[in-house]
């Protein structure tokens, strides 16, 4: 995302994941063992006091002094001498809170299956899957032959390890891998692997018969696709701000040097790669927050030129699939949202070349006219939010997105349903869903569904309440089979509830907020509460399961979360209104929600905390400076807070691409708005609440700086004695710890600072 996912075992596996931490890693990311001696009373620790060098940062004649703006120097020894120095107090301020962190990651861990495997995927003669072992931080990812004639899977068939990343982690602090994809033959293994945690991924390429990989390496890669026959890898490559920016050509069998195939040379702008649901077309779309430009080429002519599905324009953005001759379009040329669209492919569309910015991209397969002739499937609608189309041989599967509820159907694109006589709008049947207010999500890259000649589509299911399902919907009888739900041991989901609540919005918008808690404590009055929120980018968070929470469903806490505009829960209109000039909206509507739920005797403010990550970082880091009154505290995780300087420094990843999400502060107007709510700028003299801020060193997303330097200023400003602490990993990115047993040491560490500001630290 940009500025954009178990009782008796305890004792013995603690030991062996214990082991397994890096123990630098942990020293520098705060955990266990660091900093001075056992019990330190947290009243007598001073914190850093981060030396102040004014630096004018005025603009459009507001005069702003920066003190901390010198923080950004990564290779100032002082920097880093602050930054450790940071990461020890924050040691030394939870070593009082050990007993509890230890409690509760033991708990996590119980409720982790020692042993998990995904469900299999075929994909021509293999099945592939995703598995852990217990004590390893990292998967294995496996394939099995199928069986028979029927190409069946046998899960007692011998498993060959394809790629263990155990193994490739040896000697690393940090360990990413972002992409891994088989050859369409079977024989070869493409993937990823960034080691710094700054995105700095490298394309790698093994030959699965041998196990070794190829010595060719894709520097600064992110994004790749295989040709119909395996001999070719289109790529991805990133600029030094980490914009994808070119697309090369690269043949494995190095007969050929890699080729520059397509250079996005517009700011604004980046690539993405991917392949039609039927592997006829590869897809390079290049998109913005508010246009997008899809090429095609055919997957079996990678010498052939890519060409344009429609030409660029502003404003437009939309969604291509292909399948029997026909490219189907989800497009926005009606409205904010999106209607669907057929039309055929046309004859000699891999053949005709025209004149392009690049010799290697041919003209626009479609005309205005062409889209004006199309056959209109789904007709653009205020109330219904065409999200995601997922064609298969026989079969078209739509996700949308009503009333806050995501929906899944068939559609029927004859039109002759519901009795018509003469073709109409497509018709869709809807999937029976068990619960109406859950997270039912079809694939993005085709992960979960590897054949197109399929009678059945395989989705991922999950609500706040019930733990991700992968399940199976048959077309022949428009049965939902559930083939694997993730284990979460000594979870029993009867004992808790769920609920939606609406917050009224100053403007009179109504905000959804979702609530879980234990069934015991319904009506006792008001609670510990955790208020999470996101709010950017159009992404929709929906209602999903996390299994660390139960520690604090159990400890008496109510869980809610705010579905603020800016996201996209409630339809694209909802992100609109939270952007640009109309970002205030989503601070308000937080705010809204937190009030509403002391309103209503969910909470009092002394027992309410917020968090959010990343965007949601700005978002919570805002509302503490509109009203610090009515929280508790804050935990703001890689949080994005000095908004202006962030997004005047173009040489920095994501400043240019985000000018449509947040606005251009070399523009007066922008800058205004963005002014009145940057968190750094706004923080003043007062009382504040009990504050964590979390970061990466290496994080490209969110710089490390921007929640040093907000530490930093509110230590100076605030007039109480709540505690800031700020945690900052200093061998990861914006994705906090690699390993899995280490991010559920770096969430218990979270979770004990929010029980310990409860008051329910010896609970």
Aim: with cysteine.
């Amino acid at each position: 995302m940009a500025r954009m996912a178990q009782m008796a075992l305890v004792l013995a596996l603690g030991a062996v994941m214990a082991a397994c931490q890096s123990p630098a890693s942990r020293m520098q990311a705060g955990g266990p063992g660091a900093g001075g001696g056992a019990g330190a009373d947290a009243s007598s620790l001073s914190p850093p006091v981060a030396r102040q060098i004014p630096k004018d940062v005025t603009v459009h004649g507001d005069t702003r002094i920066d003190p901390y703006y010198w923080l950004r120097e990564r290779d100032n020894p002082a920097v880093m001498a602050h930054l450790q120095a940071e990461a020890a107090y924050t040691d030394r301020w939870f070593q009082r809170l050990q007993p509890l962190q230890d409690t509760l990651y033991q708990e996590m861990v119980a409720r982790m299956a020692p042993f998990d495997e995904d469900v299999p995927v075929r994909r021509g003669a293999w099945w592939y899957a995703k598995r852990t072992i217990a004590g390893a931080q990292y998967p294995q990812y496996i394939r099995r032959a199928a069986q028979g004639p029927q190409r069946l899977d046998d899960a007692q068939a011998p498993a060959q390890v394809l790629l263990d990343l155990n193994e490739l982690a040896k000697g690393r602090q940090f360990l990413s891998v972002s992409q891994v994809e088989p050859s369409p033959d079977g024989r070869r293994l493409l993937y990823s692997l960034d080691d710094s945690g700054y995105r700095d991924f490298q394309l790698r390429i093994r030959d699965l018969a041998s196990g070794q990989d190829l010595p060719w390496v894709g520097e600064r890669t992110d994004g790749a696709v295989w040709s119909a026959d395996g001999r070719t890898v289109f790529y991805i490559r990133s600029d030094e701000a980490r914009r994808r920016s070119q697309l090369w050509r690269h043949a494995v069998d190095g007969a050929a040097p890699d080729v520059l195939v397509f250079e996005e040379k517009d700011p604004l702008f980046n690539l993405e790669l991917h392949a039609t649901a039927d592997g006829r077309w590869l897809q390079l779309v290049s998109y913005a927050k508010n246009a997008t430009e899809v090429m095609l080429l055919p997957a079996d002519r990678p010498d052939a030129a890519w060409r344009p599905v429609l030409a660029r324009r502003a404003g437009q953005e939309y969604r291509v699939e292909h399948r029997n001759g026909q490219l189907y379009l989800l497009i926005n040329d009606r409205g904010p949202d999106f209607r669907l669209v057929r039309v055929a492919m046309p004859q000699g569309a891999a053949a005709r070349r025209g004149k392009a910015a690049s010799p290697s991209v041919g003209a626009p397969l479609l005309q205005a006219g062409d889209l004006a002739r199309a056959r209109e499937l789904l007709p653009y609608s205020e109330t219904v939010s065409p999200e995601r189309l997922r064609p298969f041989a026989r079969h078209l599967v739509l996700q949308w997105r009503e009333n806050g509820a995501v929906k899944l159907g068939v559609l029927d694109e004859s039109g002759l349903g519901l009795g018509r006589r003469r073709p109409g709008p497509a018709t869709v049947t809807p999937f029976a869903m068990p619960d109406p207010m859950s997270s039912a999500q079809l694939d993005e890259q085709h992960e979960l569904n590897g054949e197109f000649d399929s009678d059945e589509v395989r989705l991922k299911y999950q609500t706040l309440l019930t733990p991700p399902t992968v399940m199976d919907y048959r077309f022949s009888d428009r049965r939902l089979q559930v083939r694997k739900q993730q284990p979460v041991l000594g979870y029993d989901p009867s004992r808790y509830a769920s609920e939606r609540v609406w917050a009224t919005a100053a403007d009179g918008t109504r905000v959804p907020v979702a609530l879980i808690y234990a069934k015991a404590l319904r009506g006792e009055g008001p609670r510990p509460l955790l208020l999470r929120g996101y709010g950017s980018y159009g992404l929709s968070i929906d209602h999903r399961f996390n299994a660390q929470d139960v520690s604090l469903l159990d400890r008496g806490v109510v869980l809610a979360t705010a579905y603020v505009r800016g996201g996209g829960e409630m339809g694209r209109r909802w992100y609109l209104d939270g952007k640009l000039d109309k970002k205030m909206n989503s601070f308000t509507d937080f705010i809204a929600s937190a009030e509403m739920l002391v309103r209503s005797g969910w909470t009092r403010p002394e027992q309410l905390i917020i968090t959010g990550r990343s965007a949601g970082g700005l978002l919570v880091g805002a509302a503490t400076d509109l009203r610090p009154d009515l929280f508790k505290a804050v935990v703001a995780e890689v949080p994005f807070v000095d908004v202006i300087n962030t997004m005047l420094d173009e040489t920095i990843p994501l400043t240019t691409e985000e000018f449509e999400e947040w606005g251009n502060p070399k523009r007066p107007a922008d800058y205004a708005w963005m002014r009145a709510y940057s968190p750094y700028d706004n923080l003043k003299p007062g009382a504040y609440p009990a504050v964590l801020a979390r970061a990466g060193l290496n994080d490209s997303q969110v710089p490390y700086w921007e929640p040093a330097k907000f530490v930093a200023r509110l230590r100076s400003v605030k007039t109480d004695t709540r505690p800031v602490l700020f945690d900052i990993n200093l061998t990861a990115g914006h994705g906090g710890a690699s390993g899995r047993y280490d991010a559920l040491r770096e969430r218990a560490r979270v979770y004990a600072f929010m029980l310990d500001q409860w008051g329910l630290a010896g609970r």
